[in-house]
């Protein structure tokens, strides 16, 4: 099939390289010209493993460019444009400039929406492009992208005339769920929002074990996983969730069903909480630390998760900025991530952490559990994503531990 994928972000990059690596005729368009420079250099702009071999692996079904004409090659559009939120509420700026590109080049192609939209999104793209609009929404973490688009736990499809995106995606052998174009917007909110809820969840836990010794949030939580019904994924307490989605998804459908008459009392109480969550961790590693005031403090990781460079709404720069208003003396450390202005960045590991007397794990990098135990003698170690072995380190805190 040919293929149009309009926005080159981590979603669009991914769903091309994939869909070229399955024998379709992908060609990627993006308005940021250096962008596609780059990617015409054989440059990928982000870090998502196994993405850049992907590309190249499917060199010949892959096209990069910012020359909006090359949609009327197309069958299908496919919308990977961002969906930021403006004062809470989803901006749709760039959903629909991509969608008038398309309707001044094509009057048979069919759009195809991937990214995250509020529902009616697609009966108002339609309405105003003339064009059959489907929703794909897509399920793929950062760090584990490719085997997410691959091997998905499902195909959602909304809209009529849904049989080429059914057989473009029949390849995953994943169940197909095909339904109405609001129902598949709807199921990616309601999904989204439910993961951010029970990731607050077991972090409310993870608070209340601080206070009960001899518990351990991660063993409740295979406790709990274990149970069909309430599942063993995202249940890993931390610093709280951040990211390009969750954040924001969560923020845009509680506001949308708001509009609604509807209040998503869950949904906000996740999003307080996991606001409140940076400021409760600062102040605990300030008093347990008997004040961080002038101390000089090394965080471990600066990626809003592991195995990406993607750092929106990075839940260790919250915590460094709460920290520096304590008076701390904050650098930081992270394997990918080491050209931000706002941070002091060291380049070794090693090195960051001899400098200081606290020591954080903020982002779950496995490089962090193998962290030289003679190096964090004598250190203040404070393990808030759970990734040091508390029997091999003399940990002050680690999140829902409740050992004291
Ligand atoms: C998310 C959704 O998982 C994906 O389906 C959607 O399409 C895009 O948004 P992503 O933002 O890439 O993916 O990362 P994800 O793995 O979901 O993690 C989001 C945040 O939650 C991260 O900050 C992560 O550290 C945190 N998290 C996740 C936890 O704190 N605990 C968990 O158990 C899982």
């Known amino acids: 099939m040919k293929i149009a994928i309009i926005g080159l972000g981590y979603v669009g990059l991914v769903t091309a390289a994939v869909l070229a690596s399955q024998g379709n005729q992908v060609i990627g368009i993006d308005i940021d010209k250096k ?7 054989g440059n990928i702009p982000i870090f998502e493993p196994g993405l850049e071999e992907k590309i190249k692996c499917s060199a010949s079904n892959l096209e990069f460019t910012d020359n909006f004409d090359h949609i009327r090659d197309a069958t299908l559009a496919y919308i990977c444009v961002p969906t930021p939120n403006f004062n809470g509420k989803m901006d749709l700026k760039y959903v629909l400039s991509a969608s008038e590109e398309i309707r001044k080049r094509s009057k048979e192609i069919t759009i195809v929406i991937k990214s995250t939209v509020l529902p009616g999104t697609a009966k108002k793209v339609s309405e105003v492009t003339g064009l059959t609009v489907i929703s794909n929404p897509e399920f793929t973490r950062e760090g584990s992208a490719i085997s997410d688009t691959e091997k998905p736990d499902r195909v959602v499809i909304g809209g009529f005339s849904t049989k080429l995106v059914q057989q473009l995606w029949s390849f995953t052998k994943a169940p197909m769920i095909v339904t109405s174009n609001e129902n598949a917007e709807l199921i990616k909110y309601a999904s989204n929002s439910f993961l951010a809820v029970k990731i607050s969840f077991i972090n409310q836990i993870a608070d209340l074990c601080e206070t009960i010794p001899n518990t351990d949030v991660n063993e409740v939580a295979i406790g709990m996983g274990l149970d069909k019904r309430i599942g063993k994924d995202f249940l890993k307490a931390g610093l709280g969730y951040g ?28 999003i307080n909480y996991n606001d409140q969550r940076i400021r409760d961790l600062a102040r605990k590693v300030n008093d347990l630390s008997d004040s961080v005031n002038g101390k000089s403090v090394c965080v471990l990781g600066l990626s809003f998760k592991d195995n990406t460079d993607d750092i ?34 060291c380049k070794n590991m090693d090195e960051c952490i001899k400098k200081s007397e606290i020591v954080i794990t903020s982002t779950e990098w496995s490089e962090f559990s193998q962290i030289n135990k003679d190096i964090l003698k004598g250190k203040m170690v404070f393990d808030l994503r759970r990734v040091l072995e508390p029997k091999d380190f003399k940990i002050v805190m680690g999140v829902g531990n409740g050992k004291n």
Request: aromatic share 6%.
């Open 35 to 41: 962008k596609i420079e780059s990617l015409l250099n």
């Open 243 to 270: 990211g390009s989605c969750f954040p924001k998804d969560t923020v845009a459908i509680s506001s949308y069903a708001q509009e609604r008459g509807v209040e998503l009392t869950i949904v906000k109480s996740a």
């Open 312 to 345: 929106r709404e990075s839940r260790s720069l919250l915590l460094m900025k709460e920290l520096e208003m304590y008076g701390a003396k904050v650098i930081a450390y992270d394997p990918i991530v080491n050209n931000l202005k706002s941070v002091k960045i």
